[in-house]
């Protein structure tokens, strides 16, 4: 059902005074929004295309790439009927799917202005390693739009729900309040997670590791304990964590980019050596904000620079031995954000 949202200021008295809803007066604007700043929607996504033509004389309004290198298709709904925006949605999927990784290149050349490369353009928005070497493995489709009716959520829902067809739909709801300042709200109708789980069913890409995985190749190389710890004090330091094919990865959003900061890697551990890790000491300075010193004077004594792949920001290296080294670290980190 569609979702009621009701949205209140704080006075400088402390009171509330409730905001009004209002029509949002030029459609365009979401997507003259989204383009500038997709984060508003995702902050997986990198757009590499606007009114992208297809093979069947339609335009995409927008189409992006999020960071495991698969498409999304943002289509706004604008005046369309139920039936018209989904139709024209699973179409241009139906051209979207064949896409190669040349013919994505070639769009991102023509977005930019041939300014931009593809893999440039990727390290600029994700601040990740390189771009992945499968790119198109699975696409996704985002509807958006100033409110969803019965009709389209229920036609959303269906094909997610009965066939897997990775859609979903996002609403952005536009607010006024009496001294003409705007609000934006957003919301969306199935919970992305899900929808990232049944795209990674369907996927032609090996898939991720899973938290259990990871814990379990932990626990298997002698360093279950290590491991645990410094996945437990260290997700609330960062936005996010993420299993890949290899690592846990912690992620920090920095300027509205997605940046890998720090990694566990269970599976190059030993009961000797203890739990590895990388980190990417520039994006963490920049993420709180301190001196290289600082970080430095919280790593490990035998921590080394390392080269992890061609291009790559500064890296640090090593293993966590024991907990006193642990308890170091996520303390230094720790007062370092309060700051």
């Not at 931009?116 to 771009?131: H, I, M, N, P, T």
């Not at 379990?216 to 890949?244: C, H, K």
């Not at 590895?276 to 290289?292: P, Q």
């Not at 035998?302 to 500064?314: G, H, L, S, W």
């Amino acid at each position: 059902m569609p979702q009621d949202i009701r949205l209140w200021g704080i006075t400088s008295n402390d009171a509330l005074k409730e905001i009004s809803r209002s029509r949002l007066n030029l459609e365009e604007r979401i997507e003259n929004w989204l383009e500038s700043d997709i984060s508003i929607l995702s902050n997986d996504l990198l757009v590499i295309g606007r009114q992208v033509k297809t093979d069947f004389e339609g335009k995409i309004d927008l189409l992006c790439l999020d960071y495991t290198g698969d498409l999304v298709i943002v289509e706004l709904k604008r005046d369309k009927t139920p039936r018209e925006i989904t139709a024209q949605a699973l179409e241009y999927a139906s051209w979207v799917k064949d896409l190669s990784n040349e013919s994505i290149r070639d769009i991102v050349a023509e977005h930019s202005g041939s300014k931009v490369s593809l893999e440039d353009a990727y390290k600029q928005r994700f601040g990740e390693e390189e771009l992945p070497e499968v790119l198109n493995a699975q696409h996704k489709i985002l509807i958006v739009a100033s409110e969803i009716d019965e009709s389209s959520e229920r036609i959303i829902n269906y094909l997610s729900s009965t066939y897997g067809v990775p859609i979903n739909a996002a609403t952005f709801r536009y607010y006024e309040d009496s001294d003409g300042r705007e609000f934006l709200a957003r919301t969306f109708l199935i919970e992305p997670s899900e929808v990232e789980s049944k795209t990674q069913i369907s996927s032609k890409r090996k898939p991720n590791l899973t938290h259990e995985d990871l814990e379990t190749i932990a626990i298997d190389n002698g360093v279950g304990d290590l491991y645990m710890r410094l996945v437990e004090n260290s997700e609330v330091l960062f936005d996010q964590r993420n299993p890949t094919r290899s690592t846990l990865a912690f992620i920090g959003i920095i300027e509205g980019s997605r940046n890998v900061i720090f990694s566990l890697i269970p599976g190059e551990s030993s009961q000797l050596k203890g739990i590895r890790f990388a980190l990417y000491i520039e994006r963490l300075m920049n993420y709180l904000g301190v001196e290289k010193q600082i970080i430095e004077a919280i790593l490990p004594k035998d921590t080394e620079e390392a080269i992890p792949y061609k291009n790559a920001p500064i890296t640090k290296c090593g293993y966590f031995t024991n907990n006193e080294e642990i308890n170091r670290f996520i303390e230094g980190l720790s007062k370092a954000k309060k700051k």
